[in-house]
């Protein structure tokens, strides 16, 4: 499969999961009480947005399965980079957080910290390698 | 690892988008590998050398030990 197409795929499936987890995560912080989402409703609700999230990994493990092993290795290698940027920073958090006192971070971004940490490096080594994706 | 790729695809008037869709693999792959920055697979390497009706050996030179 050419990258271009792989790319079509995975934009395809991303792009509608994200919709789906941004309009669920407001509909469930702010319409809760007009939409009587309150109480046990709340934990079925919120499986929404968790299940958005399950179809983007999805999606992402279906690109780099579709694209061919030269540029599958150019995206294992930044989501292990990736993945140690986000493991860095939880553990060091957590450390400062034991011993510092240091105020608790929501635990809820470290999902977009991850997709930021590994898009800029995505980013950077196909630009080194010439590619387009 | 050194490899032939570049000569044996010129040799046949072919581009790099050309032997990348012979190859099902997209030209930046064939660019990695002809420049040495990426060692293909064994069956990658494999069907390169099919393709080119080459012994492995001649297209791909054993890295010393």
Do not use: C
Not at chain 1, 62 to 84: C, N, P, S, T, Y
């Amino acid at each position: 499969m050419t990258p271009e197409r792989a790319t079509y795929r995975y934009f395809a499936v991303l792009i509608p999961a994200q919709i789906v987890f941004l309009v669920a995560s407001i509909v469930i912080a702010y319409g809760g009480p007009a939409l009587r989402l309150e109480g046990w409703r709340l934990y079925p609700a919120t499986l929404v947005p968790i299940l958005a999230l399950l179809v983007t990994f999805w999606a992402h493990w279906r690109f780099v399965w579709d694209v061919d092993e030269f540029i599958r290795l150019v995206h294992i290698k930044a989501l292990l980079a990736g993945l140690a940027v986000l493991m860095i920073f939880a553990t060091s958090w957590g450390l400062f957080e034991v011993y510092a006192k240091a105020p608790a971070f929501p635990i809820f971004w470290l999902t977009p910290l991850f997709w930021a940490a590994y898009g800029l490096i995505a980013t950077v080594l196909s630009w080194r390698e010439g590619l387009s994706v | 690892m050194q490899n032939r790729v570049k000569a044996l695809r010129q040799a046949r008037g072919w581009s790099q988008a050309a032997l990348g869709e012979r190859l099902d693999v997209s030209r930046q792959t064939i660019n990695a590998i002809e420049a040495g920055r990426h060692d293909p697979s064994l069956a990658l390497a494999f069907r390169l050398a099919q393709l080119f009706e080459e012994p492995l050996e001649d297209v791909f030179d054993a890295p010393a030990p």
